[in-house]
């Protein structure tokens, strides 16, 4: 006999779990512990006989060869049923949503996955399944999923649980009954009990977060307890409620907090209780209440993860405004550097802050030339580099400002403005990477992935750092690379300070040489072994016409970040020996690297710089990768500033872009995205221009002219303007001599008759001699010629064909010179690529008996 079961005091996600779990094991029985919550309770009162279920006492327990386990994973949570088991006699089946304890049970088949609500996984699996489902039990599953995610607002609950109740309501889920069931009124001794537990609560604050300590003795026992902790939480604003209520003989422990840097488990497991990390719950038998309240206090630093301080987001340096800069050259300044708002300072003191809005209200009353000390705000509020993220968002919305100085021994060291404390309260992965302590370090993936040469070489460049005393890291696309386990030979280097300087410093320790680029403060470091390693300065750059090259100025690493194009490519590791390998991710490159999307930092990142555009394309192409839809919708709605770049940037852009594998998804993706159409190109020659590009791939492949892969972008770049019939507009990409024989031959051979009829190789020669191979595969591959093997025969032996005579050949024989040479010598060419002549004794001798009688 299988039978299912959940943990006592049976909740709503435990009791929906059990009926969906007999939906997908209907020959297992349904065997309820006789302990529910009261919400439960009334529930089963009304409607237990909907349902099919075993009453414990009918069980046959000797019988029991199969157990499935639902809403719990411990077979110490089945209460007094666990002595009536023999677990290792027992196939076993878990379904379960909670962190998986010490006490898990070994079992056949596991299905514990971090999701809102157990029943969640079971609601997925009756789909898999196409299991149909009553519109109650649709209502009773849908209580256990709202219940379990406080209606969807626990940080726990998921897309899938989102998902889950789509499915509900698709089969007719009862709203009214959920909102009945699921909003529970305390009884007059619980309302009693929460009074009292509320009066003697002690408040802790441990790190910017509020906890409240509730304990209390009653001589009954009182149901909800966690319903009790809920409301506390609510009514007293705290961040963590925790309950320890003595009832009859034992004492019982409830937490409920709201915030992702507590996590009960490590505290409630020393009492071998369990939960969540934001809700859980423990029983201590037969023990006093202060004596486990105690014990409680002794243990809450073990629930409290590392705050995210002021000093982990805030932006360092800080530029600062003397107070008499005018009105005008603030507002410049905002502009320029993207600010909102600057911290004002006279001699190295702050004396307050100017603002977008201060500026904006000045301007508008003519006052541009005044400065901005008349209109500053005065005594602004400031933090210190140890100010939690928590109490950085109370001073936001207590004071409604929008940015707070960070100050150190009296000096601002930096700022934290609203945009940073939400980009950390609502990306939790960002948040999760700030805390020093979980910093990821790639380290190790450095050692494995990149060769040993390189890894010594970083290895040189952290001790220089050290000694130089700069904070130095490796970025660009050889971080993106570890993470896609690529091979990537590239070093390029960023220091916090002058890079020149740094690159001097790597020549005096390491030898080589150094060429320098001062205007944009970076260097080149040549290593004695002859390779380059780019040294460049953070740095700031601002673009004063949109698709213009940008100015330049020194900066931080984060702004450095900041100007790169995705965030894929705008993560950093650290070099410096006491952090070498960690990881600076301020945009979350990680997980757009998993998720393979590519994403811009910023809205007018195109606008800026339009080429970005096709690097999109060339790292969708390369990696497999899609723009995510606000980027795409950015690069379309930015596409017609391509028409302000030199032709030389798009011609740089178009090299790279077409030496990667498919050329032919490239040019169709650059038609979805209006590129080609800013340049005149019909958007009707789309599909014939993708055609055309996988043919001409395909002869590439088959037949590799002598030109080699540099001269195939062009031609590539080359096949919409063809297919369009405006040859004329690409000429203006045409940048060099081959590229504009390549289009004049393409241009001919376009007009030239006859040639499909021809048969012979040597035939070809009268026509194609002059033409480069290039042209000649370009035209195959768009007329798609029956007799094309013929042509790629010719190309072939042409490449190969002997010059058995020369013109001085043909004077020894006792000819004239002449003009007429050079028929002679293309007839002679003819005949051996026929096959008419294979040496130079019958090259003779078709010489004279056909020229020479």
Known sequence: MQIIMSHVNTDFDALASLIAAKKLHPEAKVVIPNEQTAPVRQFLTIYRDTFDMTDDHLVKWEEVTGLILVDTASLSRLGNYTKKLDAEKLDITVY?????????????????????????????????????????????????????????????????????????????????IIQRFADYKLTPGQQDLLNQLFRNAKTYYRDGLKFLVCAYQIDVYLRELATIADKLLDISGADMVLTVVKMEKHVHIVGRCNSNRVNLLPLLEKFDGGGHPQAGSATVKREELEEVLQQVNSHLDLILKPAITAEDIMASPVKMLPPDTKIREAGHLMYRYGHS????????????????????????????HAPIKAYMSRNPRTIKPETTIEEMQRLIIDNNIGRLPVMEDGQPIGIVTRTDIIEVMHNQELSEDLRRPDIKNLKEEMEKQLPESTNSLLTDISRTAERADMRVYLIGGIVRDLFLERPNDDIDIVVEGNGIDFAEHLRTDYGGSVKMHETFGTAS???????????????????????????????????????????INSMALCLNPEVFGDLVDPFNGQADLRSKTIKVLHNLSFIDDPTRILRAVRFETRFDFLMDKQTESLALNSMARMRDLSAHRIVEEMKRLFKDEDPPGTIKRLFKLTFWQQFGVDDGSAEQSYIHAGQLKMFYEIHKPPAGQKARWFNYFAIPFFTSKKMYLMSQFSLTKRNNKFLQDIRNLSDMEGVERIREPGEFHRFLKHYEDEAIIFMIAKENMENEDIITSYL???????????????????????????GILLDLEVAVLNGEINSRDEAVEWLHENHMK
């Open 525 to 567: 470091w040549i290593h004695p072994s002859g390779l380059y390693i780019d040294v460049t300065s953070a740095r700031l750059e601002y673009y004063e016409r949109p698709a213009s090259l940008p100015d330049v100025e020194l900066s931080t690493l984060s702004e450095d970040l900041y100007r790169r194009d995705f965030t």
């Open 796 to 822: 072939k032996r042409r490449i190969d064909m002997p010059i058995f005579l020369t013109g001085e050949d043909l004077i020894r024989e006792g000819m004239k010179p002449g003009p007429h040479f050079r």
């Open 96 to 176: 379960d949503h909670h962190p998986p304890g010490s006490k898990v049970v070994k079992a056949a088949r596991r299905v514990i996955e971090p999701v809102g609500a157990t029943v969640t996984l079971l609601i997925e699996e009756i789909i898999r399944r196409k299991i149909p489902i009553s519109s109650f039990e649709a209502t009773l599953f849908g209580l256990g999923l709202y219940t379990d995610t406080g209606s969807f607002t626990f940080p726990n609950t998921t897309d899938r649980d989102f998902q889950a109740a789509s499915f509900l309501m698709k089969n007719e889920m009862n709203l009214e």
């Open 341 to 368: 708002g600057y911290p004002v300072v006279e001699d190295d003191r702050l004396i307050g802050i100017i603002t977008r809005r201060d500026l904006d209200k000045a301007n508008h009353h003519g006052l541009g």
